[in-house]
């Protein structure tokens, strides 16, 4: 499968938004990355569900909504009725991960599970069969523009393994820190979604920028 480009839309101008939105529909983006922070589970709050509601309004690619919150279950039905396509919960955010999983399928949506840069992908193994996505942070989660971990495309290797067998279809998301100069490897290495935030945004031409991250 050729790799997917998920531009994170924390990096967007969120005085031009609309703008921004339009930009990503004209560019070679499969999907629209959209981060939610709650300023618990990450020491950081990014933006809520009139915000999502009013991305959907113009996107015409799927939202991939990604929860830094705790307790997410609280929230599913919301995401999905602001027009998440994809809903993924943090492995560390969740007492019962497999009831969330089944919860956001019934509500129409592909389901993932993020791992922070200190979790194991070992423990996905019960439970890597059911979800749709699996996204490997290479930052601590809570802000854009941090610096790639090299550790990533380790767990990325072990996910490709873990997934082979039993789960060939997932998809492999990495997100922080992505760019030019990483994404051969992170394909290499098994990734076949890239979330890109600053690269995207503060490049000088993001259009460009998102062509050259595809056709790598
Ligand atoms: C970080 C977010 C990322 C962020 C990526 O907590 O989950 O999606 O927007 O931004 P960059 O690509 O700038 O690291
Ligand atoms: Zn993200």
Redesign the pocket.
């Known amino acids: 499968m050729k790799h997917l480009i998920a531009p ?1 839309i ?1 990096a967007a101008d969120f005085a031009n938004l609309q703008r921004d939105i339009e930009m990503l529909n004209q560019s070679e983006a499969d999907w629209i ?1 959209v ?1 939610i922070m709650d300023g618990l589970f990450v020491p950081n709050i990014s933006f809520g569900f009139p915000v999502v509601e009013a991305v959907n309004k113009y996107a015409t690619k799927p939202l991939d909504v ?1 929860l ?1 919150i705790t307790d997410p279950d609280r929230y599913l039905k919301n995401f999905a009725d602001a027009g998440a396509a994809h809903i993924t919960v943090h492995y560390e955010a969740c007492t019962h991960l497999h009831r969330t999983i089944q919860a956001i399928k019934e509500l129409g949506c592909k389901a993932g599970v993020a791992l922070n840069p200190h979790t194991p992908v070992a423990l996905l193994e019960d439970i890597i069969a059911d979800v749709d996505l699996v ?1 490997i942070m290479s930052v601590n ?1 809570g802000f854009g523009g941090q610096k790639f971990i090299q550790n990533t495309y380790k767990k990325i290797e072990q996910l490709k393994t873990l997934s082979a067998s039993q789960n060939p279809d997932l998809f492999i998301e990495v ?2 820190g992505v760019n030019i100069g990483n994404t051969p490897q992170l394909i290499q290495a098994g990734a076949n979604a890239l ?1 890109a935030g600053n690269f995207v945004f503060s490049s000088g031409n993001p259009l460009a920028t998102i062509k050259e991250l595809k056709q790598i």
């Open positions: 994170s924390l990355h981060d990604h830094m996204l989660p997100d922080g979330v």
